[in-house]
């Protein structure tokens, strides 16, 4: 099944390297298909060179997309990451 979530990039610094390791670390550990869409670019979740390459700023909002056997598990470890500002105040 597939899920779809819009979130804003709340991080002061934006989606930065610490932010975007810890992303594709947490979509990683799932068997789902896990995407970012941002314009028309769908990139892939666990790619890390394919995520910094957006160069996400802060306010920035993108789509999250799991698609797979756990994508309704992903979607929310994902979720709490921006959720919780990626552990930084």
Not at 34 to 54: H, R
Request: charged fraction near 35%; charge should be negative; avoid cysteine.
């Amino acid at each position: 099944m597939e899920y779809r979530k819009k979130v804003k990039i709340s991080n002061k610094l934006g989606f930065h390297l610490r932010v975007v390791s810890m992303f594709v670390t947490e979509a990683d550990k799932f068997k789902s298909d896990i995407k970012i869409k941002y314009d028309e670019n769908d990139i892939d979740g666990k790619s890390i060179m394919s995520v910094m390459s957006l160069g996400l700023p802060y306010g920035t909002e993108i789509e999250i997309i799991a698609d797979g056997p756990d994508s309704k598990e992903a979607m929310a470890k994902l979720l709490k990451l921006f959720e919780n500002k990626f552990g930084e105040e």
